[in-house]
């Protein structure tokens, strides 16, 4: 079977296994709950399967952080993949896992090697989810001042001051965090910025006309196309 999309008919197309179909259904399905037009539902449908495949290839752990930060760190490499087509891959993969999918696999042991420092974002979103105890809506509002790379620890403001509490940060994760630091410095005059900008929450791409969303539809595919494989006849 090949991605169901009748708006990009005339476009490339790709065969999908039935676990891929059912990720793509499930998408659209969940969207209307999420105030999420179908054709981003779509596109966040095709990045997920890619995602899948990508993780199929590398042989790693399909729904597991470490894998989300991996697959982050080969879109940030890749030639064609534009920052914003990054952030709406990262969009639809977490919204799969946190609320299509709502369970996650068992996450690796801290004593699991993890030496490299994140070259993204997205991936060092990913990668604050994997290792530190924080929540996916905690790590949605960090602000600058909240990291103290010094101490290695992130301050998490809650809705009271007994509510407020210090995270520490591996080794690993600091390095990234204090390359990101330095990121949003050089970007950004505001005072004190979040961290991770927009991710999450129900702004899904609002600003994103409908020629981008297919534009990154059609991108997704051929990003998969690099790890498509050759089906049965009657899939």
């Known amino acids: 079977m090949a991605i169901p999309n009748e708006d990009v008919s005339n476009h490339e197309t790709i065969s999908l296994d039935g676990e891929e179909f059912d990720i793509l259904n499930a998408i659209r399905k969940a969207a209307p709950k999420h105030h999420i037009d179908q054709k981003l539902a779509q596109t966040y449908g095709v990045w997920t399967v890619c995602f899948r495949r990508y993780c199929e290839e590398k042989g790693v752990p399909w729904l597991w952080m470490s894998s989300v930060s991996d697959f982050m760190d080969f879109l940030d490499a890749h030639p064609n993949v534009s920052t914003p087509e990054r952030e709406r891959a990262l969009d639809g993969i977490m919204f799969y896992i946190t609320d299509v999918h709502k369970t996650r696999q068992e996450e690796p042991s801290d004593e699991e090697e993890d030496s490299s420092v994140p070259r993204s974002t997205q991936s060092l979103f990913a990668k604050m989810l994997l290792r530190c105890d924080v929540q996916l809506t905690e790590a949605l509002h960090i ?13 998490l403001s809650g809705n009271t001051d007994r509510d407020t509490r210090t995270v520490p940060l591996p080794s690993t994760l600091n390095k990234g965090l204090k390359h990101h630091l330095d990121r949003v410095n050089d970007r950004t005059d505001a005072t004190n910025p979040l961290l991770f900008g927009r991710r999450g929450g129900a702004d899904h791409d609002t600003h994103s006309t409908e020629e981008d969303i297919e ?5 997704a595919t051929r990003v998969m196309q690099t ?9």
């Open 227 to 235: 790890f498509d494989r050759d089906l049965p006849d009657d899939e």
């Open 215 to 219: 534009r990154s539809t059609e991108l």
């Open 143 to 155: 602000r600058y001042k909240d990291v103290d790379p010094e101490a290695s620890e992130v301050t």
